[in-house]
């Protein structure tokens, strides 16, 4: 492969199948900007990755790199297959086939001769594998990138969008992708004030959100705990409609099972609703999963399974919620921050809990990326214009961050 080409873009598929894999898959590839899907499907039968990859438009299929299964490439039609070390040596790839490897040193890159590209991990800290941290010296790095007699190099572990550029000017002929390429993108302005419902029907619900929508909020959670699941369906598809009409996110709390059919944009998950990982196999990476946390450790393991995004609190004690976990204040989401930066993490947080308009502004300039709220809002006199009052901060703050 020629090191002139343009910057390779791949994205690495997620470990497990969902429905809609083959369309997100297809739009990657034809207007997503990547060149190349590694299908990574550790364990899987043979039997299931041929039904997954078949379904792929045989043109596009061409973009396709097998990390198993490699005697069936030729036979599937697929663009090639990716290599470890302990199958390079002894594999012999059918002619036509694109042949890449994975490499964790500089030295399995140069001894990488023949391949048309390395994958080289980890760059950045890793989130999906714990204890995943960059070993390679940087200098070193710097002098092999700056080389010409070395193979086409794709750096791959922590790689997002955001850092694309960094990867760019390090002097690396490509960028590989695993939750960044399938993650939903979160509107930073959107995200900046969430209504968290607390509704007694769902004439209540709806005038809850449309008193928010009123105000300019464009993000509404439906939270309804103990309400029956059709009572909640119903509520939620009508407060869909209100959301399209206003360019708004809806979020569910907790009924991962009602996100799809509701037309919702995700789920909220507390610490003892679904697990988040079992939430992402059901509705897959094409729709916003939030979780709560209330330590570190909390965060980690959300951001390892797969979240969107985490609710951090409370900030102080609260009526709206049983079972409070412990309070933070403002320095616990300065550390929560500090936390998330030193460890690799780049998910959002939106700060929760006993919030009112005179806590805003320190509270986003913690580096919280959002404020929930619920009371502040549905018991205003005024909800709309208590709405309109509480975004004023925010967005000085949004617009300050950015």
């Not at 959107?190 to 619900?205: C, E, H, M, Y």
């Not at 309070?327 to 616990?332: I, K, Q, Y």
């Not at 929760?352 to 913690?366: K, P, Q, V």
């Given at each position: 492969m020629d090191k002139s080409k343009t910057f390779l873009r791949i994205a690495v598929t997620v470990p497990y199948f969902y429905e809609g894999e083959v369309r997100d898959i297809a739009s990657r590839l034809s207007?997503?900007?990547?060149?190349?899907?590694?299908i990574r499907k550790p364990r899987c039968s043979a039997s299931e990755m041929e039904r997954l990859v078949l379904s792929v438009d045989p043109v596009l299929r061409k973009r396709l790199i097998l990390h198993d299964c490699h005697d069936m490439a030729a036979q599937w039609g697929v663009g090639g297959v990716?290599?470890?070390?302990r199958m390079a040596a002894g594999f012999r790839p059918a002619a036509g086939l694109i042949v890449t490897r994975s490499a964790h040193s500089l030295e399995e890159c140069?001894?990488?001769?023949?391949?048309?590209y390395v994958t080289l991990s980890p760059i950045f800290p890793s989130i999906s594998k714990p204890g995943y941290l960059p070993s390679i010296d940087r200098r070193e790095l710097a002098g092999y990138l700056a080389g010409g007699d070395r193979p086409v190099t794709v750096a791959l572990g922590g790689v997002t969008y955001?850092?694309?550029?960094t990867l760019r000017a390090m002097g690396f002929d490509g960028a590989a992708m695993l939750a960044d390429a399938w993650r939903c993108h979160i509107d930073p302005l959107?995200?900046?004030?969430?209504?968290?419902?607390?509704?007694?029907?769902?004439?209540?619900?709806t005038r809850q959100a449309v008193a928010a929508l009123d105000g300019g909020c464009r993000w509404i959670q439906l939270r309804w705990k103990d309400a029956p699941e059709e009572v909640v369906a119903e509520a939620a598809i009508e407060i869909r409609r209100l959301c399209d009409a206003a360019d708004a996110v809806l979020i569910l709390d907790d009924h991962v099972q009602l996100v799809k059919?509701?037309?919702?944009?995700?789920?909220?998950?507390?610490?003892?609703?679904?697990?988040?990982?079992?939430?992402?196999?059901?509705?897959?990476?094409?729709?916003?999963i939030g979780a709560t946390a209330n330590t570190h450790a909390d965060i980690l393991a959300a951001a390892r399974a797969g979240a969107d995004y985490i609710g951090f609190g409370p900030f102080r004690f609260t009526t709206t919620k049983k079972n409070l976990s412990p309070?933070?204040?403002?320095?616990?989401y300065r550390a929560a921050v500090a936390y998330c930066r030193e460890a690799g993490i780049t998910l959002p947080i939106v700060a929760?809990?006993?919030?009112?308009?005179?806590?805003?502004?320190?509270?986003?300039?913690?580096g919280a990326g959002g404020i929930a709220m619920s009371g502040a809002i549905n018991n205003a006199a005024d909800p709309a214009e208590a709405t309109r009052q509480i975004l004023k901060p925010i967005k000085k703050a949004l617009i300050w961050k950015n």
């Open positions: 207007d997503g900007g990547f060149s190349y899907v590694h990716q290599l470890n070390s140069l001894s990488s001769a023949g391949c048309d955001d850092n694309e550029a959107k995200f900046g004030l969430q209504l968290i419902t607390d509704p007694v029907s769902v004439s209540d619900a059919c509701t037309g919702a944009d995700g789920v909220h998950l507390g610490r003892n609703d679904m697990p988040v990982d079992e939430a992402r196999r059901i509705i897959g990476p094409g729709y916003i309070v933070l204040g403002l320095d616990g929760i809990g006993g919030i009112t308009l005179a806590d805003i502004e320190d509270i986003m300039h913690t």
